[in-house]
């Protein structure tokens, strides 16, 4: 099975984990901007965090075999605070480097007027800068997140296949389908989406415009969900065309709108260094 997880945060995850996710067919992996779990405090830690996200990261995931690339933006749940805006002004000289993919995660996190001003400002960005666009969609009143956020995409102009909404559900799926916008769904261990309910899901939609990933973060959650998806289709008839199509063809196809994506092997392990240094310490 070829993987590609189209959302994982890779900066909160071990090297154990890299090692099994090429072991479970993992070769490509796109991780949005977030939240680190508190608050930051000054956009100046913003800088070093892209920066990680197009420096140490897609190196430390090459020692591995794994392709890594980055969606940038304002995270949702920091929009609000007035300590980061300004990580708004820094964002047009990120977006254009190479490893950047899409603009991400955007959207609306407790639905504020601060969090839409941002999410609106950074859809003009994706438009400037010719990007996809990775949308979350909150975990509290989710249905009317979803709802708000097509509005705003539409009000934007911004072509639909463009767009993929993020942490759908049963409850959200249909709306996000009809307006035409790529289907992302979020598969975790305990919460929230499981893979059993996500084939169910795939049996009534199909696979096309459709995106599973693992979201894997601080958070309890397992980076070879993707995989579990796959199994769980293959055990319902799925042919493994079709699951390949969604594990791989699809991310490959709607963040390769962005022009930039490398999806090759990676250099050998052996290439060097980082900035003087390597996971491979002690070896
Ligand atoms: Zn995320």
Same mark, same amino acid.
């Given at each position: ?31 949005? +901007? ?20 197009? /420096? ?20 949702? #749940?920091? +929009? ?26 955007? %959207? ?14 950074? &859809? ?17 009143? #989710? ?11 539409? $009000?934007?102009? &911004? ?6 909404? !993020? ?15 790529? +289907? /992302? ?6 919460? #929230?989406?499981? $893979? ?6 795939? &049996? ?17 959650? !397992?980076? &070879? #969900?993707?995989? $579990? ?38 250099? +050998? ?12 310490? %002690?070896?």
């Amino acid at each position: 099975m070829r993987i590609f997880d189209p959302h994982i945060h890779m900066s909160s995850r071990t090297t154990d984990d890299y090692e099994h996710m090429r072991e479970a067919g993992i070769r490509a992996v796109v991780e949005p +901007a977030f939240w680190m779990g508190q608050p930051r405090t000054s956009p100046a830690t913003f800088i070093d965090y892209f920066d990680s996200l197009l /420096g140490w990261e897609p190196y430390r995931a090459s020692q591995f075999g794994v392709r890594h690339h980055c969606a940038l933006a304002l995270n949702p #749940k920091e +929009a609000e605070d007035p300590r980061c805006r300004d990580v708004l002004d820094l964002l047009p000289r990120y977006l254009v480097k190479d490893g950047v993919v899409a603009v991400g995660e955007v %959207g609306y996190d407790s639905m504020t007027a601060a969090e839409e001003e941002a999410f609106q400002r950074q &859809l003009d960005l994706a438009r400037e800068f010719d990007l996809p666009v990775l949308v979350h969609t909150p975990h509290r009143d #989710k249905i009317a997140g979803t709802r708000r956020s097509i509005d705003v995409l539409r $009000e934007a102009g &911004l072509p639909p296949e463009r767009v993929v909404i !993020d942490h759908l559900n049963e409850l959200t799926v249909a709306m996000v389908v009809e307006a035409g916008h790529w +289907a /992302g769904f979020s598969i975790y261990p305990e919460t #929230k989406m499981d $893979e059993r309910r996500m084939v169910a899901l795939l &049996l009534e939609y199909g696979v096309e415009r459709m995106m599973v990933n693992s979201a894997a973060d601080w958070g309890r959650s !397992d980076p &070879l #969900k993707t995989r $579990e998806v796959g199994l769980a289709m293959l055990a319902s008839g799925f042919s493994s065309h079709d699951v390949e199509a969604l594990l791989w063809h699809n991310p490959a196809a709607f963040y390769g709108q962005s022009g930039r994506l490398q999806l090759d092997e990676p250099e +050998a392990p052996a290439a060097g260094d980082f900035a003087g240094n390597t996971v491979m310490r %002690g070896a």
